[in-house]
Each structure stands twice: as C-alpha cells, then as structure tokens.
C-alpha cells in the first residue's frame, strides 16, 4: 500500500467503449491518480438479466488499471437497482410517508428492508466477490454510495414489521414502549406490538418517541444491510480496508456508530460556493469526519473539481479552489482527496457535473489545477503520515439531533447545524482546531468542551460531561441543553436536568425571540453586546452572572454564568450571544485562544491548521481569500510546497497554500506516533 496520499475519483468505464479506456489510464498518469472507485452504479452492466452475470468488462478494467499501477477502490453496485429487479419485485421500491411507491428511473430506488432487495443485494455483492475479489489492484471496498442519501426513511408494511421487532428486542414489553413514548397523551396507547406503525402520514403532530426511534431504528436498518455487504467483502478479502462514503452531517445516519465500523471513514464533501460561510462549514464538515473514529485514518471519497450540477444555480469554483479546498481537507487530516468523477459523462443526469476530465478535455484550465495538485501529493511523503490533535471537542449526537428538531419543539427553526456553526465559525475564524466528540466517549485529552443545545442528554452522557469539568475542564454550554432524556422526555425542576451542576443559575422557562429580533446584553464591565434568536428565563442561583439581558421584557435576567466546579469551570450561555459576545467567552479560555488570522477584504480568513508528526509539525496555511495575504508563521521553517526556508512570516497569493515544516522540539510523548498514511491500516 502506498505511503503517499491517495489521489483520483470515481471512475465509470461502463459509459464509455473500451477505446476511451486507454486513454483514460494515460491520462490518470498524467495527473497523478493513484486511486478511483469502479463499480458504484454498474448493477445493470455486471448482471444485465436477474442471475446473468458479465464480470469481463470489469475484469478488463481492473487489468488495465492493475498494469497502470493504479489502485481500485472496488464499489458494491447496490445503490442502484437495474430495471429487471424493480418491475420483478416491485416491493423492493420504496414507499413515502403517505404510501406512494416510488418509482425506477433516478437511483436508491430500493428499501432496504424488502426481503427481495436485501436477497438480490447479497447475491451481488457475493459475485463480486468471487469473480474479481482476489484481483490484485483492489485497495479498498467501497460498500454501497451514500446510504440513506436520497430516501432516508421508507415506510412500507416491510419497513413497519422490522420496526416492530426493533422496538420489541429495544423494549422488551409493550407497557415499556407505552411509557417510554408516553403515549398516554392523545390516547395513543397499545396493546400490542402489531399495533404499531412507522410515523406515516398523521393529522397533527405525530408521537416524539415514536419519531426519535424511527430515526434510531431507520439508521439501524441501513447498517444492518451495510454489515451483511461487509461480511462477504471481508471474507472474500480481510486484508483490503473497507468503507462506505459518508456525507458527513447527514442527519438520517448515526455516523458515531457507523464509524466503529469502518477500516477508513470517508466522506462526500460538496460546499456550495455561493453561501460565504462555505470555507468554514466545509472545514466543520472534516472535522467531524475526522473524529468520528478516532483510531481510523480517514479520506474525501467524492468532492468536484468545479461546479455541481443538482443546485438551483450553480456556481463554480474559482480559479485555485479546487487545490485550496484539496488542501483544507488535508490539513485536517485527510489521507487522500478523490472526486465525482474522472470524465465527465456525455449523458445521463450528471453530465453537467464538473468532473477531473472536462467535456472539453485536457484543453480545460480545471486540467492544469488537477495535474499541478496530482503533482504536489505525489511528493507528500514528509507529512502523509502526520495527524492532527485538538484539545477542544463540541459534543454532538445524532440523537440530540434527530429529538431537537422534533415538529414538537417550541421553535422548529432551532436547527441542529445553525447551533454547531454558531459555536465553531468563530473558532475557524481565529484557527483554533475543534474536534467532534460523543457525549459519552473519553472526554480526558481535551481542554475545552464546546456544547451547542445539548437536548437529548442521557444521565451517563452527562454524567461524562460533568466528570470532565470536575477534572478540571472547561465546559461552554448554550441554552436548550439538559432537556429531555433518550425517550424524549423532560427532566423535571428547572431546565438542565443531569447537566444543572454546569448551569450556575435556575432555567425557568424559555423565550425563542421573533425572526430577526435581538435583545442587548450587559457584561459586568458595563460593555454591550447584542444575542437573538432564543433567551432562556433564569433566576439567579449560585453561579457568577457575567451578562445580563440588557432590554426588553426579561430585562435583568442572567444571560452568561460563569460556575465552577470541581477544578474546572463552566461557561453557561443562556441565549444566541453575537460574534463580539462569543469573542468575550472565547478569549477568556486559554484552549480557545488560536491563533486569530484577520479576515481579508471578502471575509476569508487564511486557514491555519498543524499536522504533527513526532518529529515535525506541518503548519497548513490556506488562504481562500481572492488577494494576497501576508501571514505570521509559529516559527522560521521550511515550505514543503515552494521548497523553500521561511522566516517568521510570508505572503501567500490568492487561494496559495504553504505547508511550513517545523521542528518540534519537545520528545514525543509516549504513545505518540504517526498516524498510518495512505490507509495502510486494516
Ligand atoms: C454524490 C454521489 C455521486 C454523484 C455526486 C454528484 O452524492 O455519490 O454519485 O452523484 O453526488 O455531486
């Protein structure tokens, strides 16, 4: 396995005559490609006719590619049902929330709990297996494409029968489903697990329990298929390293638990460049892919070179975008960047999708950027194997996501991603690196826990949170946290429940404010700042109120409490504070402080980000900004890219990269060694 970073993208010979690839190989030379994807969306081609197979044209491809010395990350085709199985088993399509099926013609037509699928499904994946498993210029398995993607929740009569025995091994007996989902309010309660359905179409508001474990069961669904995929993957083949491509805040998957599954996470990344705050999401976006299992290296399966094609408007990348963008997602860590897709197709829904080999070919500028960046990572050698370490963490789950967004939440304009970008764009901004961490997993290497409407907590998540702090953590916890347990339902007492050691005041009642709507803030020093969106109601308790609501009705009420406990403290933030607000807060702990980079005239701030290795640490530097940009560096170093020693500063060009090697001085602490590169584990 190559020790270098892995380059390249999905690759879909079965739209071309095999004239096309030969020069498709040459071509991926030239640019450097180590690495595609075969096989995502070729069902139909590999078995035309239900147990009719064609494996030659595949093997054909893996031959030529195998001569090239370029790797395959061998795909399942299961995404994609051909014709035959949807018009044979119509059951295998899926159903919506009002009982329509729907139809063949796109792609993830399938339910993924049709008896049917699941049988066709394995029985590809098996022949596959067997037919070209042993070849040798497979590196990875790529089960399925973005599971849950498309349609993330079916809800036909298959669907309603797994769910009820999810429930009743989760459960045990209907009167603990009844108590857990509180049914009853409404007079929703059962008698029997056959009573139960998928929240289908409801008059009102459907049941919270109910909704909160579709998601958790819908999400289990999906990884049962996944695991029935790799199970004959890896017996074909232990020793090649599997995945699945993530999308990384999808809201339908537990990625916390898929993770553990994974040899290699990986994940789709498409900012749109037309929202300003793309750069910075896009980096939140890695960030949490990188934590989701943190002794797995992990890789962009799917970004675009230039545009997409499925926004309503869609704008390209500018010029040295593509590269720059390459490059955030390895600062944080990625072993590899890939993309949709090699050619551009000629027909079909994407064939106005940019790919790495435009419609125009080698005569399009986006060929120069994609050969000079297949150049560069050719030479990563020095940091390929370096990773990334934070002493920050923002607890985030996917349940607190699924129960918060609940249509029975006081504001159901609370969006889980909008609190996440609250906390984290600040942080970008002033380069401080932020990992993404479980409630419940080891809280112990970080410094500062960021902790956005932490809803849906349950006693032992809380319990590790507040363990944390006791040993000398800080904790910044905003309002609407400590709600509800995992059944959806409220801790008693004032608002915190398990969290309230953290919450130095009394939450009383909560006041989502009006769109638009701000209230002032006043700090002890007398400074005003503004907040919006929500107000908790608090009454003082024993907490050191920093910021009071300065205006309006609640006028007086502690808006930021500052409490210790244990050796640590914790920071309570009871409403939406502005960006000066959350610079009070952040400045005043040490973990948080970063290295502030001054935004550019268009707002882009040059992006910072350290890969260690035990003896070097790589200083990233991205500027995403359109003009030059003159930078302070950690120290005199060495720039890998130009080549060239630096001192304590440089310009860096519109969209230039540097990454500036620096000696470390201290000895690497025990246990601290370099991350395997290229996915070399597994
Ligand atoms: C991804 C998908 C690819 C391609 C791409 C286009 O979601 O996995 O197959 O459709 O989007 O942006």
Same mark, same amino acid.
Do not use: K
């Given at each position: 396995m190559t020790s270098s970073i892995f380059y390249g993208g999905d690759y879909n010979p079965e739209q071309w005559e095999p004239a096309v690839w030969r020069e498709d190989i040459w071509l991926m030379r030239e640019a450097g490609v180590n690495l595609v994807t075969v096989g995502v969306f070729s069902w139909a081609h590999l078995e035309p006719t239900e147990s009719n197979f064609d494996f030659g044209w595949l093997r054909q491809v893996l031959d030529l590619l195998g001569e090239a010395g370029i790797g395959v990350d061998?795909?399942?085709?299961?995404?994609?049902?051909?014709?035959?199985?949807?018009?044979?088993?119509?059951?295998?399509?899926?159903?919506?929330?009002?009982?329509?099926?729907?139809?063949?013609?796109?792609?993830?037509?399938?339910?993924?709990?049709?008896?049917?699928?699941?049988?066709?499904?394995?029985?590809?994946?098996?022949?596959?297996?067997?037919?070209?498993?042993?070849?040798?210029?497979?590196?990875?398995?790529?089960?399925?494409?973005?599971?849950?993607?498309?349609?993330?929740?079916?809800?036909?009569?298959?669907?309603?029968?797994?769910?009820?025995?999810?429930?009743?091994r989760r459960y045990g007996t209907v009167d603990a489903l009844n108590n857990a989902w509180g049914t009853s309010f409404w007079s929703q309660r059962f008698?029997?697990?056959?009573?139960?359905?998928?929240?289908?179409?409801?008059?009102?508001?459907?049941?919270?329990?109910?909704?909160l474990d579709y998601h958790r069961f819908s999400s289990d669904a999906f990884l049962e298929e996944f695991q029935q995929e790799k199970e004959v993957l890896k017996r074909a083949r232990p020793d090649v390293p599997l995945t699945t491509n993530f999308m990384g805040f999808h809201k339908a998957l537990d990625y916390f638990a898929w993770a553990r599954e994974m040899d290699l996470v990986s994940t789709d990344n498409y900012p749109d460049p037309a929202d300003p705050d793309s750069t910075a999401l896009s980096a939140m976006h890695y960030d949490l892919v990188r934590s989701l299992n943190k002794s797995a290296p992990w890789i962009v399966m799917e970004q675009t070179t230039s545009r997409v094609n499925w926004r309503e408007h869609n704008l390209p990348k500018a010029p040295g975008q593509m590269r720059a963008l390459s490059y955030q997602a390895l600062a944080r860590g990625a072993t590899g960047v890939l993309f949709f897709q090699w050619r551009a197709s000629r027909a079909g829904a994407e064939k106005f999708h940019s790919a790495l080999l435009s419609h125009a070919g080698t005569a399009s500028p986006i060929w120069d950027e994609v050969v000079t960046l297949g150049k560069e990572l050719t030479a990563a050698e020095p940091w390929a194997g370096s990773r990334v370490r934070a002493s920050t963490a923002m607890i985030f789950s996917w349940p607190n996501w699924w129960a918060i967004e609940s249509p029975s939440?006081?504001?159901?304009?609370?969006?889980?991603?909008?609190?996440?970008?609250?906390?984290y764009l600040p942080l970008y901004h002033r380069s401080a690196t932020v990992d993404f961490a479980h409630p419940a997993e080891p809280l112990g290497s970080y410094d500062a826990l960021l902790i956005p409407s932490l809803y849906l907590v349950t006693e032992e998540e809380a319990a590790n949170i507040v363990s944390r702090v006791e040993t000398g953590g800080t904790a910044i916890l905003s309002y609407w946290s400590g709600i509800v347990d995992q059944h959806d339902q409220v801790y008693l007492g004032p608002y915190g429940g398990p969290l309230r050691p953290l919450i130095g005041c009394d939450v009383l009642d909560v006041a989502p404010l009006a769109a638009g709507d701000t209230v002032e803030v006043e700090w002890a020093d007398g400074t005003r700042t503004t907040a919006g969106f929500w107000l908790d109601l608090t009454a003082e308790r024993d907490g050191e109120v920093l910021a009071r609501i300065a205006s309006g009705p609640w006028a007086g009420s502690p808006a930021v409490v500052l409490t210790r406990?244990?050796?640590?403290?914790?920071?309570?933030?009871?409403?939406?504070?502005?960006?000066?607000?959350?610079?009070? !807060?952040?400045?005043?702990?040490?973990?948080?402080?970063?290295?502030?980079?001054?935004?550019?005239?268009?707002?882009?701030?040059?992006?910072?980000?350290?890969?260690?290795?035990?003896?070097?640490?790589?200083?990233?530097? !991205?500027?995403?900004?359109?003009?030059?940009r003159k930078v302070t560096l950690a120290g005199p170093g060495y720039d890998v890219l130009s080549g060239q020693r630096t001192d304590g500063a440089m310009t860096l060009g519109r969209r230039g990269v540097a990454i500036v090697r620096h000696e470390r001085s201290a000895r690497p602490a025990a246990g601290e060694r370099d991350a395997p590169a290229g996915g070399s584990q597994g």
């Open positions: 061998l795909a399942t085709p299961t995404a994609a049902p051909p014709p035959w199985l949807t018009t044979r088993y119509p059951d295998a399509l899926p159903v919506d929330q009002r009982g329509a099926r729907y139809s063949h013609g796109s792609r993830q037509h399938f339910c993924v709990c049709s008896p049917s699928y699941r049988r066709l499904a394995s029985a590809i994946v098996q022949r596959l297996a067997d037919e070209v498993g042993d070849h040798q210029a497979i590196r990875m398995w790529h089960a399925h494409n973005e599971y849950a993607c498309h349609v993330p929740y079916c809800y036909c009569d298959h669907h309603a029968v797994q769910f009820r025995s999810w429930l009743q008698s029997d697990f056959g009573e139960v359905t998928p929240p289908r179409m409801t008059p009102t508001l459907p049941n919270p329990g109910q909704l939440s006081p504001a159901h304009d609370l969006r889980m991603l909008d609190q996440l970008a609250w906390m406990y244990g050796t640590g403290s914790a920071y309570y933030l009871g409403t939406r504070l502005d960006g000066e607000g959350m610079r009070r !807060i952040y400045d005043a702990v040490p973990a948080l402080r970063g290295a502030v980079s001054p935004a550019g005239p268009d707002g882009e701030s040059v992006e910072r980000v350290v890969r260690s290795s035990p003896r070097h640490d790589f200083e990233f530097l !991205i500027n995403h900004a359109d003009s030059d």
